[in-house]
């Protein structure tokens, strides 16, 4: 058996197992969520520091004090993060409001291309048929789903405020420790003759920035794009679009095809004659992101199977949503480092 084909398998052998240990345990998720909660803010706070711990070496690199370079990059980041905030913010929740609104219209202008595209794919379950009946059914219980879980961090009012006033000052206690942090964990492993230990963290850490830096830059100047150019040819609600855009092009794969789908649905359902027009946009969209912008940027793109991938999109999207599908490739990329170095993917 090929040696790829004998990893694949061992992986997804593995992953199976878990997968049924997650839903056999069904309080370990509850437990997860617990868990995370309360870690919230520091959770964020590492993040945050770090992504930002490389600017803040370049901005020290200028003869400017560690600690000080530490407060310029976090304040800077907090500006541009709230003033993004204020001017985008009030612009979603409209936006998606005026979807939400007029849902039964969007369908029953498709409900047409939907009953040919049924008679095509009469031989699934009349529950899985895309009919119009089908989709508003989803489409208003996402909805109504999405306004639940308002109301739930409505009533969680005061953790949502304590974390976000937190998370800042957590990050510049995190980036002032950082140097510390990665000196002290270096020299403990290296001390205890753990080097290759320390080896796996240098490779994992290596990778992890090579793949939230390049994804992020590519989300946010994908989406500023699409939102233009979707502005340019009329297209409705382009703001949300756009950031529909930038985000489902992280899943890898399947996600420009979501992503792109779902805008095509809506301009079929809005104004027809300009789907033309919208295509040609998503498409040179793909062709600018896979030609010009990732290349220019650390690729967010890890190498291993697609299978692999699209495994740890299903189940962490069936697990986590779309937040799961976001995060798989990393969590495959270190899953993957860790089995490698433990023997269990070894020839």
């Not at 009469?122 to 048929?129: T, V």
């Not at 964990?185 to 490779?203: F, G, N, S």
């Not at 092009?249 to 996600?255: D, L, S």
């Amino acid at each position: 058996m090929d040696k790829t084909l004998q990893k694949i398998i061992k992986i997804i052998g593995i992953l199976i197992i878990c997968y049924l240990l997650y839903l056999i345990f069904p309080t370990i998720k509850g437990i997860l969520y617990w868990f995370i909660k309360i870690l919230m803010p520091f959770i964020i706070g590492f993040v945050g520091a770090y992504l930002l711990e490389p600017l803040v070496e370049k901005l020290s690199k200028y003869k400017i004090n560690y600690k000080v370079s530490v407060i310029i990059i976090v304040l800077i980041f907090v500006v541009i993060t709230s003033i993004l905030g204020v001017i985008l913010f009030p612009k979603m929740v409209e936006q998606i409001n005026l979807l939400g609104q007029n849902i039964p219209v969007y369908i029953q202008n498709i409900s047409g291309y939907l009953d040919l595209l049924c008679s095509k794919l009469d031989f699934l379950p009349e529950e899985f048929l895309p009919s119009a009946e089908n989709i508003q059914h989803y489409l208003i219980k996402l909805f109504t789903n999405a306004t639940s879980n308002t109301s739930i961090i409505l009533e969680n009012i005061t953790f949502y405020l304590v974390t976000i006033f937190i998370s800042p000052i957590l990050t510049i206690y995190f980036l002032l420790e950082f140097k510390k942090i990665t000196s002290f964990i270096k020299q403990e492993l290296l001390k205890r003759e753990k080097e290759e230990v320390y080896q796996t963290l240098v490779e994992i850490n290596k990778t992890m920035r090579s793949y939230f830096s390049g994804v992020i830059v590519v989300m946010i100047v994908l989406s500023l794009i699409a939102t233009i150019l979707f502005s340019v040819i009329g297209v409705e609600l382009p703001l949300l679009w756009g950031i529909i855009i930038g985000i489902t092009n992280i899943i890898p794969y399947i996600g420009p095809y979501i992503g792109g789908a779902v805008v095509v649905l809506f301009v079929l359902s809005t104004s027809a004659s300009k789907v033309i027009s919208v295509l040609i946009v998503i498409v040179a969209l793909q062709i600018i992101e896979s030609n010009f912008i990732t290349p220019n940027i650390q690729s967010k793109k890890l190498k291993t199977s697609p299978i692999l991938v699209l495994l740890f999109v299903s189940i962490f999207g069936e697990i986590m949503g779309v937040f799961g599908m976001i995060i798989a490739i990393p969590v495959l990329s270190i899953f993957q480092i860790l089995l490698n170095k433990i023997g269990i993917l070894e020839n």
